[in-house]
């Protein structure tokens, strides 16, 4: 997969004359890869089956001698007028069954037999047409799969493959009903044929229904990427394949497309389309970045970092000096090889011209093109150096798309958010420097010390036996609130009680809940008070040991996390979500009975992290906050690049390279 620093280059928008200059700009830059053509269909297939390369051609060879390879997208994401006009239902239904028009991007549905011939016939002959084109290096397919309008597609195409696949999963009618519980409202089907996406209601809707309709558009997309992934691979075996993905987002499992991936990228804007003055947003960046990371736990790549201010009808603030530079850094200190920026030039057309680039308008350098060809300058030598390198957290969190899905259909409290409650621990991780990596159910957890497994709502025998050998065989796992709640097909269970499964492993009963709308708790953990959010579970502890207890309401006194050894390891049970200051508390505690490794400890803002390979480290300390940091670090530790711990630049960073062994912890 290589190193390199690249940007999103849309030479289509731009006359044919600049092309030379734009390329030799980017070579002076440091940039030797550029992606491009993910959306300009109607410019290579103009009619149906008339093929012109010929301008991608030509770029690609001026690119090329200027030392530039390139990575091609497949242009599905945006199908060309003259599609539509042929087969108009093409353009995808949402829940109202109302249509969504061409004249944006996205306007496709994924499972149209009609749309599906259009694009193999397109991929084969662009696949075909670069196969044996040296500088072109890889594929990515569409663009940010599952990035479309919140409910697409419910068309009659889409309806009927659902069906299919509801008949291939239950078989029988009969056994559809008893896992989606259609007793309820007289739902009952007596056939498939009678069953349709999760439409728009006259009041409420199925929870198994629409927790199906989830698992069922993520396999939507995941066939619809592996049917290019298909042909990209036949054609051109010796190019890679990636794929943008966007962080937490919930419409497509990940770890599933990630497994279509030669490696996977990230699409990595810390602006977004606009963040509040004052809002503290590393943590979540890190998050993310880690998540992409973990799912191939190897490295990864930026396709998009944000290099210049973002918008769309409105515009967000402009990164201040040395922000675009820290950002890409904190990239690569989660493991990105390679980042591409978005975009070369700010376009002067269309949704996204205020979605800036390094260049503006105008085309003349200006302070984002300095500040990045510095940085790359000078970053290049290092991810030379570090590449191929990742962090080897002795944490790791449990990431489930289907509890993730579950807890959107009903989130309980209506605050309540899957990827927000994981990232409460990460957050008080990430305060200690202590590294994190995500994991599946489906992966061997045995190499990490602690799991955290919040909010394990479906329950399975399966898991919940492996959640037992984990801990049987020395393991640290944090269960809490909403687990065990429900079956698989998201029935809530009829017998058991809470945590369903898992009451065993903890030791503890949830008796009672409380949902705290509109208000808080509150845990009292030896002397301390400390706020707690959304839910507090209410427990009878049967074989635990209570490490706080709570301090509002009736149940006061009573038992809010507890924690119990099993077999080897060590089960905690936390029944409510964590204000900051308490995942402080709580992962202070973890910390020191699991004697977990920490990086040198940094003031607010400061970030820590390593990428580690081969017995050595590199230490990254990055800078969030706007004024200059003065860290001591030992002199064992050998600079890498121009800035030193002891003056850190507001918005800069320094990088160490150390022996394993060396590690201060
Ligand atoms: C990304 C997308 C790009 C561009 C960018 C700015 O989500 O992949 O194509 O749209 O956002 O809006
Ligand atoms: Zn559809």
């Given at each position: 997969m290589g190193y390199h620093f690249g940007v999103d280059y849309?030479?289509?928008?731009?006359?044919?004359?600049r092309w030379q200059t734009d390329a030799r700009m980017m070579r002076e830059m440091g940039i030797t890869i550029v992606r491009m053509a993910e959306f300009s269909w109607a410019k290579w297939e103009p009619r149906e089956g008339e093929f012109h390369f010929e301008e991608l051609d030509e770029v690609i060879e001026l690119l090329a001698g200027e030392g530039i390879d390139c990575i091609l997208g497949t242009p599905s994401a945006a199908p060309p007028a003259w599609i539509i006009e042929e087969t108009p239902e093409i353009q995808p239904m949402d829940s109202h069954l109302q249509r969504h028009y061409f004249g944006g991007r996205h306007h496709d549905c994924q499972s149209n037999a009609r749309y599906r011939e259009h694009i193999r016939r397109f991929v084969t002959a662009y696949a075909r047409h670069f196969?044996?084109?040296?500088?072109?290096?890889g594929w990515q397919v569409d663009n940010e799969l599952g990035n479309s309008h919140e409910d697409l597609c419910y068309c009659p195409s889409c309806e009927a493959a659902f069906r299919q696949w509801l008949q291939k999963k239950y078989g029988s009618i009969d056994c559809l009903n008893q896992c989606w519980g259609t007793a309820f409202w007289s739902?009952?089907?007596?056939?498939?044929?009678?069953i349709h996406a999760p439409r728009i209601t006259a009041a409420g809707k199925n929870p198994s229904q629409q927790l199906d309709w989830m698992r069922f558009c993520s396999d939507l997309v995941l066939d619809f990427h592996q049917m290019q992934a298909d042909i990209l691979r036949r054609e051109t075996p010796d190019k890679f394949i990636t794929h943008n993905m966007m962080g937490f987002?919930?419409?497509?499992d990940y770890f599933k497309l990630g497994d279509q991936l030669d490696f996977t990228s990230q699409d990595q804007y810390p602006g977004g389309h606009f963040v509040p003055q004052g809002t503290f947003r590393g943590d979540v960046q890190a998050a993310e970045l880690d998540f992409i990371r973990s799912l191939k736990h190897q490295p990864f790549w930026v396709m998009e970092q944000q290099s210049a201010i973002t918008g769309w009808e409105t515009v967000g603030r402009t990164p201040k000096p040395g922000q675009l530079g820290l950002w890409a850094m904190q990239s690569i200190a989660h493991g990105a090889d390679t980042i591409v920026f978005f975009r070369w030039r700010s376009c002067v057309m269309g949704t996204e011209q205020y979605w800036h680039g390094i260049l503006p308008h105008n085309g003349k350098p200006g302070r984002y093109y300095r500040e990045l060809k510095a940085f790359m300058q000078e970053t290049g030598p290092l991810l030379k150096i570090m590449q191929g390198s990742v962090p080897h957290p002795e944490v790791a969190m449990l990431f489930s798309y289907d509890q993730y899905d579950a807890l959107s259909i009903q989130p309980h409290h209506p605050l309540l958010r899957y990827p927000e409650h994981l990232l409460t621990y990460y957050k008080g991780f990430y305060r200690k420097n202590i590294p994190v990596e995500f994991v599946r159910e489906e992966d061997d957890w045995s190499s990490y010390r602690v799991l955290v497994a919040p909010l394990q709502f479906l329950m399975t025998e399966k898991l919940s036996e492996k959640f037992h050998a984990y801990v049987q065989q020395g393991g640290v796992l944090i269960l809490d609130m909403r687990s065990g709640v429900k079956d698989a097909t998201n029935l809530a269970f009829a017998e058991k009680e809470l945590p369903a499964m898992l009451d065993d492993l903890c030791g503890?009963?949830?008796a009672e809940y409380d949902c705290l709308q509109e208000t808080q708790g509150s845990v009292r953990w030896g002397d301390d008070v400390y706020p707690c959010e959304k839910w507090c579970d209410i427990l009878e502890v049967a074989d635990a040991e209570i490490l706080a207890t709570y301090d509002s309401e009736f149940y006061a006194g009573t038992p809010a996390v507890c924690r119990r050894q099993a077999g080897k390891g060590t089960v905690y049970y936390v029944g409510t979500e964590m204000s900051p200051a308490l995942a402080d508390r709580f992962v202070q505690q973890l910390a020191e009975q699991s004697s977990l490794h920490r990086l040198p400890r940094t003031p607010e803002g400061v970030e820590a992290t390593v990428r580690e390979k081969d017995g050595i480290q590199y230490l990254f300390l990055l800078n969030h906050t706007d004024t200059e940091q003065h860290l001591c670090v030992p002199d064992t530790w050998e600079q890498l690049g121009a800035a030193s711990a002891e003056q850190c630049p507001p918005y800069g960073y320094c990088v160490y390279r150390m022996q394993a062994d060396d590690q201060p912890v």
């Open positions: 849309y030479p289509e928008h731009w006359p044919r004359e196969a044996a084109n040296p500088h072109v290096v739902q009952t089907y007596t056939d498939f044929e009678q987002s919930r419409k497509v503890v009963r949830v």
